[in-house]
């Protein structure tokens, strides 16, 4: 993968890799931002919903490479783009989620209240630019960068991971100064660093409960995974505490502190994200949402076997 710092290395980059009729796939957001594309696609919606990722593949025809720009769903609905038609994409990331470093998508299906997904996007290439980072509202900077913490505590769970270490420490040192001052740029220069680790260590190591939880939360009720995974990612520290202390521990030294989810709480806080029914997820439905939890492939991943009985425990300590 090559990486790039500075948006400025775009028109080179796309030269280098021969690709001369790029399409833009965006938010209406970033639809006009000045870019060295061919043809623009803007209609990018949140959990990359099945029918935008159909007309983003129309929208392709004739292309000879992608770039895709914005969060998580931008740069999902891209790589479902590029694994339909195998174009080459340059990812340029504007949250801290991650998804720029995976092969794999996932897809909102509205109809059947579920996150579905694929695989075998072809990312080249991605460049990283913290400018466009600096009108992230502060909801989304927390809940993006709680998602980046996730993916390094659980990058941890198979062993020591310098990019899940290194992105957990950067994350903990710069998410509360970028939240007491979003215009900072070398705090949201920091930031970003640290999700890149993070999304490194992310397609180094998969994902485990704590991403199912949320996955589930934001399949069923299109919440935001950064927000579901702030909220999920102490609860599953917990429980996974007793099948890998050292894990937990050796993620604890990275935060600086011996009760990492506690820590973990106290950064979700900063987002104002708690309980999950301040999301309005429904009591009566926590069953439901536990048994479609234990059967994501991250929970059967997970290092401790987690049944739909403790998973609904987990989901009820912080409902
Ligand atoms: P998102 O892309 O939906 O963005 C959240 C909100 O922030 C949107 O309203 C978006 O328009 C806005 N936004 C994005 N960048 C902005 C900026 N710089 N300034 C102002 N507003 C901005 O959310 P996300 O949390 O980045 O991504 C979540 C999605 O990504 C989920 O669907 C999740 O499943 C997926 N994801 C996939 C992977 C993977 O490896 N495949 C990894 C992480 C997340």
Redesign the pocket.
């Known amino acids: 993968m090559i990486v790039r710092w500075g948006i400025g290395e775009l028109d080179a980059l796309l030269g280098k890799l021969g690709i001369e009729r790029a399409l833009l796939v965006t ?4 639809a006009d931002l000045e870019l060295p594309v061919h043809a623009r696609f803007s209609g ?5 919903p099945l029918e935008i990722v159909a007309a983003a593949t129309a929208a392709a025809e004739g292309a000879d490479g992608l770039v895709g720009l ?7 609905t891209s ?1 479902a783009v590029s694994a339909g038609t195998g174009l080459p994409l340059v990812a340029i ?7 720029e ?2 092969p ?3 897809m ?1 299906d509205a109809a059947r209240r579920l ?1 579905t ?1 694929g695989s075998g996007a072809n990312t080249v290439a991605v460049v990283y630019e913290p400018t ?6 502060r909801e ?1 900077t927390v ?2 960068a709680m ?1 980046a913490l996730a ?1 390094c505590a659980e990058a941890l769970y198979a062993g020591e991971c310098a990019d899940a270490s290194r992105g957990a420490e950067l994350i903990a040192r710069w998410l509360p100064a970028v939240v007491s001052d979003g215009d900072d740029l070398e705090s949201r220069t920091g930031l970003l660093e640290g999700a890149m680790h993070a ?1 490194m260590a ?2 180094e190591r998969g ?1 485990f409960l704590a991403h199912a939880m949320a ?1 589930a939360l ?1 399949g069923r009720y299109g919440l ?3 927000a579901m995974n702030a909220i999920c990612l102490a609860p599953a520290l917990r429980f996974n505490a007793r099948a890998v202390p050292d894990a937990i521990a050796s993620f604890g030294r990275s935060l600086g502190t011996e009760d990492p989810a506690s820590k973990v709480e106290e950064l979700a806080r900063l987002g104002g994200f708690v309980r999950l029914r301040d999301f309005g997820v429904p009591e009566t439905e926590l069953s439901e949402l536990a048994a479609e939890t234990a059967a994501r492939p991250g929970a059967a991943a997970n290092p401790r076997s987690a049944a739909a009985a403790d998973v609904e425990t987990l989901l009820r300590s912080v409902w």
């Not at 938010?27 to 970033?30: H, I, L, S, W």
């Not at 466009?132 to 509202?137: A, D, F, N, S």
């Open positions: 938010t209406q957001r970033f990018v919606q949140r959990h990359s914005g969060g998580g769903s931008a740069i999902d790589k990331p504007t949250t801290y989620a991650g998804s470093w995976t794999y998508f996932g909102r996150k997904g466009l980072t600096l009108g992230l509202p989304e809940g993006t998602n993916h999304g992310l397609a994902l996955q934001g935001s995974h950064g």
